[in-house]
């Protein structure tokens, strides 16, 4: 299926490592030229120069912190200096670990700027150059844990379901300008942040301790790969998926225990 991306420029943020950096080569294989954006700025040129390498595509690395407004305004201005922006994929975030009784106002502040922060400013700014250019796509990557929380993560959770309901209020005003919202909440997906923190709690029996949260979590009993989010992400952003407003999608290999 031509997806229709060729010439298109897309926007990943996160894009240095796991989940971001497959979105970013899935489109970069679609003939798109892609902003990519991360805080560390060795490995997001890295990045970068692999996908050009890989692919042949326009590829610009940002290194900014996209929790700060300062961060976000460097990559719309990336965005602009390449044309700007058909495709706006929302996707660095990172996990947590707490209680409520104990985590102060600045890590929930964190997360908020991280999570939900991130999106509402390069949303904004990216939207202008969309509808200069006659319409678009955003894509919010949430989580599961936005509607299917897990324990030991409660501000993950919140600030997600946050980032979820941010998505389904802006689709309704961007449709008028003919950008498409929607969100994407992944279950477990592989990455090599998974793999660290398995070989942490397991040490060399870290591939059966991931099997086992498989196991527990997911009715597919297997992560899902990098690739397989990232190819649906990039269907979701074309114009192949052009009737797709303002919806949720699971990518979760059953592990969502409601319909
Ligand atoms: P990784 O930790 O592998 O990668 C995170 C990326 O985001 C890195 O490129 C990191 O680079 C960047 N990043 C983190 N903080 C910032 C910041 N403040 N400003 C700019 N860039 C930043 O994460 P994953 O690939 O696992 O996850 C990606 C997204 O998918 C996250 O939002 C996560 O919540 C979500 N998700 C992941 C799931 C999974 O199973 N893996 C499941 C559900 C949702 P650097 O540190 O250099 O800034």
């Known amino acids: 299926m031509d997806l229709g991306l060729t010439g298109k420029v897309a926007v990943v943020t996160g894009a240095s490592k796991g989940i971001?950096?497959?979105?970013?080569?899935?489109?970069?294989?679609?003939?798109?030229?892609?902003?990519?954006?991360?805080r560390t700025k060795e490995a997001i040129e890295a990045a970068a120069s692999a996908i050009r390498a890989e692919f042949g595509t326009e590829v610009r690395a940002v290194a900014s912190d996209v929790a700060t407004a300062e961060g976000?305004?460097?990559v719309?201005?990336?965005?602009?200096a390449l044309g700007g922006a058909n495709v706006f994929v929302s996707n660095a975030g990172t996990g947590s670990n707490?209680?409520?009784?104990e985590a102060t106002d600045a890590k929930w502040q964190q997360y908020w700027d991280l999570h939900v922060m991130a999106a509402v400013r390069l949303s904004r700014g990216l939207a202008d150059q969309m509808e200069a250019k006659g319409g678009g796509a955003m894509l919010m990557n949430a989580s599961i844990c936005a509607v299917q929380p897990l324990w030991y993560e409660p501000i993950y959770n919140v600030t997600k379901a946050a980032?979820?309901?941010f998505g389904k209020t802006l689709s309704t005003e961007l449709i008028k300008?003919?950008?498409?919202?929607?969100?994407?909440?992944p279950g477990l997906i592989r990455t090599p942040d998974w793999e660290n923190t398995a070989r942490e709690l397991a040490g060399d029996k870290w591939e059966a301790y991931l099997q086992e949260v498989a196991d527990q979590h997911a009715d597919i009993k297997r992560f899902g790969t990098v690739d397989e989010l990232a190819d649906f992400c990039v269907f979701?952003?074309?114009?192949?998926?052009?009737?797709?407003?303002?919806s949720a999608y699971h990518v979760d290999g059953g592990m969502l225990k409601t319909t």
């Open 20 to 38: 971001g950096l497959g979105i970013a080569r899935a489109f970069a294989r679609e003939g798109a030229s892609v902003v990519v954006t991360a």
């Open 72 to 74: 976000c305004q460097a």
């Open 76 to 80: 719309i201005d990336a965005a602009a």
């Open 98 to 101: 707490e209680t409520v009784a």
């Open 163 to 165: 980032l979820l309901m």
């Open 177 to 185: 300008r003919g950008i498409r919202v929607n969100t994407v909440n």
């Open 236 to 246: 979701l952003c074309s114009p192949r998926a052009s009737y797709s407003v303002g």
